[in-house]
C-alpha cells in the first residue's frame, strides 16, 4: 500500500508541481503574451467545450483518423507485396526511400493546387505523411519472418489467404505496429499543418486566428488542447498495441526468463 | 558483391521508370499538366533555380536552421538523459512528466513561437529543438537503463569515480541509443525547419516553396518539393553513414561487416 502511494505521489509530484508553479507564477502577471493559468482555463472551458468542438475539434479528428485508417490499409497491403518480392524490393528502393525523405509538410501546397482546400486536401496530406512509416516498416517487417514458420507453412500446404493471414500478417504485425505510432505523430503534426496553411475550419485554422487576433488566453488554451489531444491519442494507441501486440510482448517476456 | 551491382541497376531503372511515368501522365494529359508538370519541365525549373542566389540562400537558411536546432537539441537530450537516467530518484519523479511533454505536438507551438519571436530564426529552432529533443532524449533514457548491472559493480569495486563511471561505463552503453536518437532526430529536425518556413515564414526552402505556390509558378513549387526531398535523402544518408564511423567498435556494426 505504501508502494503504491509512493509511486502515486513520484508519478503526480512533478506534473502537480509544475502545474501549481506556473499558475502561481503567472497568477498576477501583467505580460500581455503570458496570461494568468486562471484565466487560461476560464478560457479554454468558454471556447472549447461549446459549438466549437463539434465545429471544428471534431472533423478534425475525423479527418486525421479517416488518413490514418487509408494510410494504414494502403501501407500494409504495398508493404506486403513490396516485401515480399525481392526484385520488386530492388526496383523500388531508391524511389520510396527519395519519397519517404520529402518533408511531408512540403506537399501541402502540392495538394492544394491539385484537390483545394476542402476535406480531400487534408485527408491527402495525412495519408501522404502517414504512408511511409507504415509502409516501410511493413517492408522490413515481411522480409525479417521466421524461415521455420515459412518451411512449416509450406509443408503443411498453407498458402494463399491462411499464410498471409496467419505468417505474413502475424509476424511482422510489431513492425506495423511501429510504424502505425510513428505515423500517428505525424498525423496529429500534419492535420494541425494542413488546417492553419490554408482552411476556414479546424483546430489548427482556430488556433492560428485567435493568435492573428491577439486573442492570447484563447490561443494558449489552444495549444493546451493540441497537448492533451497528442496525450490522449498516444494513451488510446498504446491501449490498441496491449491488445494487438499482448501476444508478442507475453513472447519476448517469457524469452527474456523471469528477471 | 554481383547481386549488390544487379540491385543498383534495378534501383535504377526503378528511378528511372517512376520519372518516366511522371513525364508521361501529364503529357498524355490523365493529369491536367497545370496541377502535374512534366519531369522536364520540372528538371528546367529546377536548373532555374540551381542560378539563382536566392536559392542557394534559402537553402542555408533552411540547414542554418536544422543544424543549429539538431546541435542544441542533441546537447541538451544527452545531457539531461545521462543525468534523468544516473539517479533513479529524478527518473522516477520525471518519468510522467516526460511521458506527458513528449506527445504534445510540436506545431502546437507555431502561434506561440510567432507572437514571441515572429518569423526570426528563434522561432524555426524553438519548433525544431522541442521535436528533436524528445528522440534523443528517450533513447539516452533507454540507454543508460541498458547498463549491464555486472560491469557497473566491477566498475564499483575497482573505485571508479562518478565521472569516470559516467565515462567508462555509461557511456559507451548509451552510445549506439543515443545515436539512433541523433538519426531519428535529425530527420525531425528537417521536417520541422521546414514547417516554420512553410506556415510562419521564416526564410528558407519552405517559404519559397509557399511563395512559389501563391504565385502560381508550379514547375518550380515541384522543383524546390524535389530539392527539398533529396535534402531529406542527403540527411538520412549522412546520419546514417555518422552512426556507422561512431559505433565501428560497436559489435553490432563488426558483425554486420564480417558477415
Not at chain 1, 524511389?95 to 495538394?111: G, H, M, N, T
Not at chain 2, 540507454?143 to 573505485?159: F, I, N, R
Not at chain 2, 528537417?190 to 516554420?196: D, G, M, N, P, S
Given at each position: 500500500?505504501?508502494?503504491l502511494?509512493?509511486?502515486?505521489?513520484l508519478a503526480?509530484?512533478?506534473?502537480?508541481?509544475?502545474?501549481?508553479?506556473?499558475?502561481?507564477?503567472s497568477?498576477?502577471?501583467q505580460s500581455?503574451?503570458?496570461?494568468?493559468?486562471?484565466?487560461?482555463l476560464?478560457?479554454?472551458?468558454?471556447?472549447?467545450?461549446?459549438?466549437?468542438l463539434?465545429?471544428?475539434?471534431?472533423?478534425?479528428l475525423?479527418?486525421?483518423l479517416a488518413?490514418?485508417?487509408v494510410?494504414?490499409v494502403?501501407?500494409?497491403?504495398l508493404?506486403?507485396a513490396v516485401?515480399?518480392?525481392?526484385?520488386?524490393?530492388?526496383?523500388l528502393e531508391?524511389?520510396?526511400?527519395f519519397?519517404?525523405?520529402?518533408p511531408?509538410?512540403v506537399?501541402v501546397?502540392?495538394?492544394?493546387?491539385?484537390?483545394g482546400i476542402g476535406?480531400?486536401?487534408k485527408?491527402?496530406?495525412?495519408?501522404?505523411?502517414?504512408l511511409w512509416?507504415i509502409?516501410?516498416?511493413?517492408?522490413?517487417?515481411?522480409?525479417?519472418?521466421?524461415?521455420v514458420l515459412?518451411?512449416t507453412?509450406?509443408?503443411?500446404?498453407?498458402?494463399g489467404r491462411?499464410?498471409?493471414?496467419?505468417?505474413?500478417?502475424r509476424?511482422?504485425?510489431?513492425?506495423?505496429?511501429?510504424?502505425?505510432r510513428?505515423a500517428?505523430?505525424?498525423?496529429?503534426?500534419?492535420m494541425?499543418i494542413?488546417?492553419?496553411f490554408?482552411?476556414s475550419?479546424?483546430?489548427?485554422?482556430t488556433?492560428?486566428q485567435?493568435?492573428?487576433g491577439?486573442?492570447?488566453?484563447e490561443?494558449w488554451?489552444?495549444?493546451?488542447l493540441?497537448g492533451?489531444?497528442g496525450?490522449?491519442?498516444s494513451?488510446?494507441?498504446r491501449?490498441f498495441e496491449?491488445?494487438v501486440l499482448g501476444?508478442y510482448?507475453?513472447?519476448?517476456?517469457a524469452e527474456r526468463g523471469?528477471? | 558483391?554481383?547481386?549488390g551491382?544487379?540491385?543498383?541497376?534495378q534501383?535504377a531503372?526503378?528511378?528511372?521508370?517512376?520519372?518516366?511515368l511522371?513525364?508521361?501522365i501529364?503529357?498524355?494529359?490523365?493529369?491536367p499538366?497545370?496541377?502535374?508538370p512534366?519531369?522536364?519541365?520540372?528538371?528546367?525549373?529546377?536548373?532555374?533555380?540551381?542560378?539563382?542566389?536566392?536559392?542557394w540562400?534559402?537553402l542555408?537558411?533552411?540547414?542554418a536552421?536544422?543544424?543549429?536546432g539538431l546541435?542544441l537539441?542533441v546537447g541538451?537530450?544527452?545531457?539531461?538523459?545521462?543525468?534523468?537516467?544516473?539517479?533513479p530518484?529524478?527518473r522516477?519523479a520525471?518519468?510522467?512528466?516526460?511521458e506527458?511533454?513528449?506527445p504534445?505536438p510540436s506545431v502546437?507551438l507555431?502561434?506561440?513561437?510567432?507572437?514571441?519571436?515572429?518569423t526570426?530564426?528563434?522561432?524555426?529552432?524553438?519548433?525544431?529543438?522541442?521535436a528533436?529533443?524528445?528522440?534523443?532524449?528517450?533513447?539516452?533514457?533507454?540507454g543508460v537503463?541498458?547498463v549491464?548491472?555486472?560491469?557497473?559493480?566491477?566498475a564499483?569495486?575497482y573505485?571508479?569515480?562518478?565521472?569516470?563511471r559516467i565515462?567508462?561505463v555509461?557511456?559507451p552503453?548509451a552510445l549506439?541509443?543515443?545515436?539512433?536518437?541523433f538519426?531519428?532526430a535529425a530527420a525531425v529536425?528537417?521536417?520541422l525547419?521546414?514547417?516554420?518556413?512553410?506556415?510562419?515564414?521564416s526564410?528558407?526552402l519552405?517559404?519559397?516553396?509557399?511563395?512559389a505556390q501563391t504565385s502560381?509558378?508550379?514547375?518550380?513549387?515541384y522543383?524546390?518539393?524535389?530539392?527539398?526531398g533529396?535534402?531529406?535523402?542527403?540527411?538520412?544518408?549522412?546520419?546514417?553513414a555518422l552512426e556507422?564511423?561512431?559505433?565501428?567498435?560497436?559489435?553490432s556494426?563488426?558483425r554486420?561487416?564480417?558477415?
Amino acid at each position: 500500500m505504501t508502494g503504491l502511494a509512493r509511486r502515486v505521489l513520484l508519478a503526480a509530484g512533478l506534473p502537480l508541481a509544475l502545474l501549481a508553479l506556473w499558475w502561481v507564477a503567472s497568477a498576477d502577471s501583467q505580460s500581455f503574451y503570458l496570461p494568468p493559468l486562471s484565466q487560461i482555463l476560464e478560457a479554454f472551458a468558454s471556447t472549447w467545450l461549446g459549438a466549437r468542438l463539434v465545429d471544428d475539434v471534431l472533423p478534425s479528428l475525423l479527418r486525421l483518423l479517416a488518413g490514418f485508417a487509408v494510410a494504414t490499409v494502403a501501407g500494409v497491403a504495398l508493404g506486403v507485396a513490396v516485401g515480399s518480392s525481392p526484385r520488386l524490393r530492388a526496383t523500388l528502393e531508391p524511389v520510396l526511400e527519395f519519397l519517404r525523405a520529402i518533408p511531408p509538410p512540403v506537399l501541402v501546397p502540392i495538394f492544394i493546387l491539385i484537390a483545394g482546400i476542402g476535406t480531400t486536401m487534408k485527408v491527402l496530406v495525412i495519408v501522404s505523411g502517414c504512408l511511409w512509416p507504415i509502409l516501410l516498416n511493413t517492408v522490413e517487417g515481411v522480409r525479417a519472418r521466421d524461415e521455420v514458420l515459412e518451411d512449416t507453412c509450406r509443408v503443411y500446404g498453407i498458402r494463399g489467404r491462411a499464410r498471409l493471414r496467419h505468417l505474413v500478417l502475424r509476424s511482422s504485425s510489431p513492425q506495423i505496429v511501429t510504424g502505425m505510432r510513428q505515423a500517428l505523430s505525424i498525423g496529429i503534426i500534419l492535420m494541425v499543418i494542413s488546417e492553419m496553411f490554408a482552411a476556414s475550419s479546424g483546430l489548427g485554422f482556430t488556433i492560428i486566428q485567435f493568435q492573428r487576433g491577439f486573442a492570447i488566453p484563447e490561443m494558449w488554451s489552444g495549444i493546451l488542447l493540441l497537448g492533451l489531444l497528442g496525450v490522449a491519442l498516444s494513451l488510446a494507441f498504446r491501449g490498441f498495441e496491449d491488445r494487438v501486440l499482448g501476444w508478442y510482448h507475453g513472447l519476448r517476456r517469457a524469452e527474456r526468463g523471469p528477471s | 558483391m554481383r547481386t549488390g551491382r544487379r540491385r543498383w541497376w534495378q534501383g535504377a531503372a526503378g528511378l528511372a521508370g517512376f520519372l518516366l511515368l511522371l513525364e508521361l501522365i501529364p503529357r498524355a494529359g490523365v493529369v491536367p499538366d497545370r496541377y502535374l508538370p512534366p519531369t522536364s519541365r520540372v528538371a528546367g525549373a529546377l536548373a532555374g533555380e540551381l542560378g539563382r542566389p536566392a536559392f542557394w540562400a534559402a537553402l542555408g537558411d533552411t540547414l542554418a536552421g536544422w543544424a543549429i536546432g539538431l546541435a542544441l537539441a542533441v546537447g541538451g537530450g544527452v545531457a539531461l538523459g545521462l543525468l534523468l537516467g544516473s539517479v533513479p530518484a529524478l527518473r522516477a519523479a520525471t518519468s510522467s512528466t516526460i511521458e506527458f511533454l513528449r506527445p504534445i505536438p510540436s506545431v502546437a507551438l507555431i502561434p506561440l513561437a510567432v507572437l514571441l519571436f515572429g518569423t526570426d530564426l528563434r522561432s524555426k529552432l524553438l519548433l525544431v529543438v522541442y521535436a528533436s529533443f524528445w528522440q534523443v532524449l528517450i533513447q539516452v533514457l533507454h540507454g543508460v537503463q541498458d547498463v549491464d548491472p555486472v560491469a557497473m559493480d566491477t566498475a564499483h569495486s575497482y573505485g571508479l569515480g562518478r565521472w569516470a563511471r559516467i565515462r567508462h561505463v555509461v557511456w559507451p552503453t548509451a552510445l549506439p541509443y543515443a545515436v539512433t536518437g541523433f538519426r531519428l532526430a535529425a530527420a525531425v529536425a528537417l521536417v520541422l525547419a521546414v514547417t516554420a518556413e512553410l506556415i510562419i515564414g521564416s526564410p528558407g526552402l519552405g517559404k519559397e516553396i509557399a511563395v512559389a505556390q501563391t504565385s502560381g509558378a508550379v514547375p518550380a513549387m515541384y522543383a524546390l518539393v524535389v530539392v527539398a526531398g533529396l535534402l531529406g535523402v542527403g540527411v538520412n544518408l549522412a546520419a546514417r553513414a555518422l552512426e556507422r564511423r561512431v559505433l565501428a567498435w560497436h559489435p553490432s556494426t563488426r558483425r554486420e561487416a564480417a558477415a
